[in-house]
């Protein structure tokens, strides 16, 4: 006589009875047999370690392939999907910064999709230069006198300390020696380039007589980081880049300047903060910029260097160039990206960068109105929700002290803990299919209205919210199956 569990397990149906089965020839359709199979066995598997270990096992056909239905679908979503950035953070680098303008979609769809002269002369039908589709934009929009991309910023700086300084020392200001989001510190990217810091100065003060007093014979250039994710306010002073230019320029060497986000529009013209250009820093006498495209430029990924004809020539001719240049769909995006800036009003309307930088706070407010009922019935159970004053920052390090006046929505829950039951609200606005994000601040879930383009499609999903059943408890259970 065979035990119960033994009886059991051989009840469980075998790998090829359920391929079989008519619901697994849809999931074969839908997902390849390989994937289909691995599914099955997987979960018919766990099915027998329940039973050996006197658990209860499913063995019916048609649950046992709903569950693999389940799982496939999981495994297949794509892991890279939209979300609502409701942070309150409009270049938010964990989100993706810059969301790019229609016409650098299609562009870089196009790219994507035919075949383009990246490198090929259509005049003279030879081998051209990458950069060429973009150098005349980058150079009229800045003043100088040329220009390359490469991946992101810190390729750029990289590429441009490695070009120039290889093996010599860089003398940067010690209130310069930034990080940024944790893996781009200037001192180890300068160790990285093969170059020696010469720091020099103090944290909040730094004097031209520092920097002179520290160019020697192995000096190789002078370098100014923009200081663009915080600010050092109080008793200080900072050497102007005309001045650095100047004492550059006695000693030889050249003058490199990080921008960082830099933008190519006088952003006081929309009623925004004054950010550093590379136009004034290159009028300042700067030799090299170098700043990012997907921050406030608001075009793909990539790293901007322009400046010096000589120093940017020797700069494309760096071996690492070949490592860390663009590809044929950024480029084609950030052509058209640039495109826009020759006309200022343009620019202003299509580039979703400035449009979201520049909402008005009382149309902001008007959304929150809209969308307030909605949100308000959704959390009803738990939470109450109110319109409120909040401020937004631009993000990437931009612009750091000041914050833009935004509206946005407060989740107040009702229950004790009122710190754990934010967070357990934030987990379920994260749970919906397109992902809200917003922030836990002071007990309350806030949502920053700034940056919701798609409102339609945010209302509609909200009759999806679950927030867990006790606001009390401490630990979230894990999201289940299904
Ligand atoms: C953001 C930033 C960088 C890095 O730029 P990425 O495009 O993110 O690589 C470097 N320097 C400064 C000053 C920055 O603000």
């Not at 979703?352 to 407010?365: G, K, N, S």
């Amino acid at each position: 006589m065979l035990n119960p569990a033994a009886t059991a397990r051989r009840a469980i149906p075998s790998v090829d009875r359920l391929l079989k089965l008519d619901p697994a020839g849809v999931l074969i359709a839908e997902y390849g047999r390989p994937l289909v199979v691995e599914t099955i066995r997987a979960v018919l598997d766990e099915q027998r370690a329940l039973l050996n270990s006197d658990g209860a096992a499913s063995l019916d056909e048609d649950s046992l392939l709903a569950t693999c239905s389940a799982r496939l679908r999981a495994a297949t979503s794509a892991s890279l999907k939209p979300v609502f950035n409701l942070t309150g953070t409009v270049l938010h680098t964990n989100l993706g910064r810059a969301l790019l303008p229609r016409a650098a979609v299609e562009a870089a769809v196009t790219a994507m999709t035919r075949a383009v002269n990246l490198e090929y002369d259509l005049d003279g039908g030879a081998r051209g230069e990458r950069d060429s589709h973009v150098e005349a934009w980058l150079k009229r929009l800045t003043g100088a006198a040329a220009a390359l991309v490469v991946n992101n910023n810190a390729a750029a700086v990289y590429l441009a300390l490695n070009t120039l300084a290889l093996r010599r020392e860089v003398v940067v200001s010690r209130g310069e020696l930034i990080e940024i989001g944790g893996a781009f510190r200037i001192p180890d990217i300068m160790a990285r380039a093969g170059c020696r810091l010469r720091e020099v100065g103090t944290t909040n003060r730094t004097h031209a007589k520092d920097y002179t007093g520290a160019i020697n014979a192995r000096t190789a250039a002078i370098m100014k980081v923009h200081a663009s994710n915080y600010a050092i306010q109080g008793f200080t002073a900072s050497v102007p880049e005309t001045e650095l230019a100047a004492i550059a320029r006695a000693h030889e060497l050249p003058f490199i300047v990080d921008l960082g986000s830099g933008t190519l529009v006088d952003l006081e013209r929309y009623g925004l903060p004054h950010e550093p250009t590379p136009r004034e820093t290159i009028a300042n006498g700067a030799d090299v910029v170098t700043f990012s495209g997907d921050k406030l430029l608001g075009g793909p990924q990539c790293g901007l260097i322009v400046g010096n004809a000589a120093l940017i020539a020797k700069i494309r001719k760096n071996p690492m160039k070949r490592a860390l240049r663009v590809d044929k769909v950024t480029l084609a995006a950030l052509e058209a990206t640039l495109r826009l800036y020759a006309d200022p009003e343009r620019v202003a309307r299509e580039l979703p960068t400035l449009r979201l930088l520049t909402r008005a706070q009382v149309e902001i407010e008007a959304q929150a109105r809209r969308v307030l009922p909605a949100i308000a019935a959704a959390v009803a159970r738990c939470a109450d929700a109110q319109i409120i004053a909040c401020a937004s920052q631009i993000g990437s390090g931009a612009l750091p002290v000041d914050a833009l006046p935004s509206a946005g929505i407060a989740l107040t829950p009702r229950a004790k803990r009122r710190g754990t039951a934010a967070a357990a609200i934030a987990d379920a606005f994260r749970a919906l299919p397109v992902p809200v994000i917003g922030r836990v601040k002071d007990g309350a879930f806030i949502l920053d209205l700034r940056c919701l383009d798609d409102e339609a499609g945010f209302i509609a999903q909200l009759a999806r919210l679950k927030v867990r059943e006790n606001l009390d408890a401490k630990t979230p259970r894990r999201k289940e199956e299904h």
